[in-house]
């Protein structure tokens, strides 16, 4: 944090504590995640590939639209060219199939 890389932490605990998943603090921080997706932020998730990741990128979406003022169809197209394998790639995924 004192060099400026990291200027913020939210952390979402869906087991613990507060009960929030990380696909809903990416909507309450649409406003300050939207310029980042517009600059070179990369997007990395891990986790649940049946549901949370799913769940994810429809938040992200919905940042997209919300913040970003696309269309639905705008939204999605901006969110499958950060998923499109290649050198410009800037959406990554580390999921796995759950038992639940």
Request: glycine share 8%; proline share 3%.
């Amino acid at each position: 944090v004192s060099d400026g890389t990291l200027a913020a932490l939210h952390v979402a605990y869906s087991r613990t504590g507060e009960r929030i998943y990380v696909q809903e603090l990416i909507k309450r921080e649409a406003k300050t995640l939207w310029p980042l997706l517009q600059g070179k932020a990369r997007v990395y998730v891990c986790g649940d590939a049946a549901r949370m990741a799913p769940d994810v990128k429809r938040a992200l979406k919905a940042v997209c639209s919300s913040a970003g003022g696309l269309t639905e169809q705008k939204a999605s197209a901006y969110i499958d060219q950060l998923c499109a394998v290649g050198p410009n790639q800037r959406y990554f995924e580390d999921v796995w199939a759950s038992g639940a």
